[in-house]
């Protein structure tokens, strides 16, 4: 087991270099299906998409849907991820 001052002492891990354009998906998590599917629909209605529901919890209480689009940046990429976080259907965006 590694003591607190190896944890320290390690670098974090480099993220790994991303060139643009590419496509980029997201997963969206909430309560209500059909309002994730208009929350893509808000979101990403402007961009030509792909839509699809995804699972739901063993309950039933939360559903996740999957969205993706051709970004061409990273800022981009983060305002249609920060459109969904702030987006009031929407849980948690992956």
């Known amino acids: 087991m590694a003591n607190s001052e ?3 002492n390690q670098t974090p891990q480099e993220q790994p270099e991303l ?5 980029w998906g997201f997963k969206l ?21 792909l839509s699809s529901p995804g699972n739901s919890s ?5 559903h996740s849907h999957n969205a993706s ?8 990429r ?3 991820f920060k459109a969904f976080q ?4 929407v849980d948690m965006v992956i």
Request: glycine share 6%; aromatic share 4%.
């Open 58 to 62: 063993r309950t039933g209480k939360y």
């Open 6 to 8: 190896e944890i320290e």
């Open 78 to 80: 983060d305002k249609l």
């Open 69 to 76: 689009c051709h970004v061409e940046s990273k800022e981009e």
């Open 19 to 23: 060139s643009y354009p590419r496509q």
């Open 29 to 49: 998590i909430g309560k209500d299906k059909e309002k994730l599917a208009d929350a893509v629909r808000e979101v990403l209605g402007h961009k030509e998409h």
């Open 86 to 89: 702030d987006h009031e259907d």
